[in-house]
C-alpha cells in the first residue's frame, strides 16, 4: 500500500507542474484515447498499479486544466496546497463524518472551522450549518429549513406532515437568479415555474422599489454574487422590506459571499449578514477540492429540524452532531480541507487571494477594452463579459480561444446578448498569467 500511495503522489506532483504549462483544454487525441477506458467489466482483478498507471497514462492528459493558473471558465478555483494535501490525507483516514462517535477529528474540524467561517464572512456567530457537496445543494438545504419555518409560523409542520395541504408560500428571486436556484426550489416542491421574479437593472440587481408586497408565507432569495456580471442584489433594502413582511431572506452567495472576507470588498455583500440564511462554494473562492459547499441558517433549531434524521428534538450533546444538519448521513469529511486551507491562508491570506483575484479580473478588462472590445458589465469583483462582434463571432472566438490552448473562457448569454465570460477564481492565477491569456485572445479575436 505504502508504494503505491508514494506513486500517487509522485504522478500528482508530476501532473502538477505540468499543468502550468500544457494547454488548458485536453487535446483531440487525448479525448479520443479515453476510449480506453471502455471495456466490458473485467473478469478477474488488475494490479492497483497498474490501474493506477492505466489512470495516470489515460486520464491525465484528458483532463482539462483547471487546477492549473489559466483556467476561467465558470467559476471554478484551483486547489490549495494545503486544502489538497489535506484531501490526501483525509482520503487514508477515510472517516465517515456523520457522527462524533464515529470520527472525533471530524467533528472537531467542522465546528473549529464553521466558527472561522462565520467570522471572516462577516455571518451571525452561532448559526448553524451544513457541510454539503456544493451551491445546488447548500441552497436546496437552507432553502429547505425556510420553507419549513415559514409554514410552521402559520401552523403548518412539514416534518411531520409533509406538504399536501399546506398553505401556499411566495417564492421570490431576481430575474438573474442562478438556474440552480430554480432548480433547488423546484426539488423542494417549491416549483420552478410559480417563483415571482422582481426585475432587475443592467447588472442582474434586483430593483429594490419594484419589490411586490408580500402576504402570507413568503421567502426571498437574493443574490451576492451574479455568476454573469459579479453584482450584489441591494441586500439592506431587501432585507428590510422582507422582514416587515414576516418574509425569509435567503442569499445564494455561491462565490460573492467571499468578497466579505475582504476588508476592501466588504462594502459590496453591506447588509448581506441581515438576512436569514445563506449559501456559498468552498470550492469556489476558498480553494478546495471538490465537492465542497455550505448552508448557514441564522436559527440552527430551524436547519436541525429540517434535516435531522430524528423528528424528536434531542438534546446536543458536547460536541455539535454534523448528520443533524445535512441532507446526509454518511459522508466524506469537508471540514477537514476548510480548516486546512483557511489554517494556512489566514485572514490576511484569504483577503489577498480574493483580491488578487479581482485585480486580475479588472486587467482583463483593462487589457481588452484597450484592445478594442466591449465589456459588457461593470467588473467589481471576478466576472468579466467580453464581446467580440455579433453571436456568430463570439461562438467563434470562444471556440478558437478553448482551441489555442493558453487559456479557457466559456460562453454565456447576458440579458439577451452574447459574451465570453472570464471568472479569475484560483489561488494560482497571477498578473502574468492574465497577461499571457490577454495576449492569446486578443491574437484569436482579431
Ligand atoms: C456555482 C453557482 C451555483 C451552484 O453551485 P454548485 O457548487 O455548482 O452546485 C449557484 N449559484 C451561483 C450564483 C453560482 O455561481
Known sequence: MAELIRDAAERAARYLEDIQERRVRPSAEAVDGLAQFVEPMPDGPTDPQEVLRLLDEIGSP?????????????????????????????????????????????????????????????????????????????????????RNSVLRRVGWEVERDGLFGAPSIEVLVGGEAHPSLRKSLGMLGMGRERLTNVPVDGQGRMIAEQFPDLHGPAIVCIQAGNVNTGSFDPAHEICERAHAAGAWVHVDGAFGLWAAASPALAHLAAGVNEADSWATDAHKWLNVPYDSGLAFVRDPATLRAAMGITAAYLPEGAHREPSHYTPELSRRARGVEIWAA???????????MIERDCRCAARFAAGLT?????????????????????????????????EEGTCWCGPTLWQGRTAMRISVSSWRTTEADVDKSLAAIVRVAR
Open 62 to 146: 484528458g483532463t482539462t486544466g483547471m487546477a492549473g493558473p489559466r483556467f476561467f471558465g465558470f467559476v471554478i478555483g484551483g486547489a490549495l496546497p494545503a486544502a489538497l494535501a489535506a484531501n490526501w490525507l483525509s482520503s487514508a483516514w477515510d472517516q465517515n463524518a456523520g457522527l462524533f462517535a464515529a470520527t472525533p477529528v471530524g467533528t472537531v474540524l467542522e465546528e473549529v472551522s464553521l466558527a472561522w467561517l462565520l467570522d471572516v464572512l462577516g455571518l451571525p456567530a452561532g448559526s448553524g450549518a451544513a457541510f454539503v457537496t456544493g451551491g445546488t445543494m447548500a441552497n436546496f438545504t437552507a432553502l429547505a429549513a425556510a
Open 342 to 352: 483557511m489554517k494556512s491562508l489566514g485572514r490576511s491570506g484569504l483577503a489577498e
Open 370 to 402: 484597450a484592445a478594442g472590445f466591449e465589456i459588457l458589465n461593470d467588473v467589481v469583483l471576478n466576472q468579466v463579459l467580453v464581446s467580440f462582434g455579433s453571436p456568430e463571432v463570439n461562438a467563434r472566438v470562444i471556440e478558437a480561444v478553448q
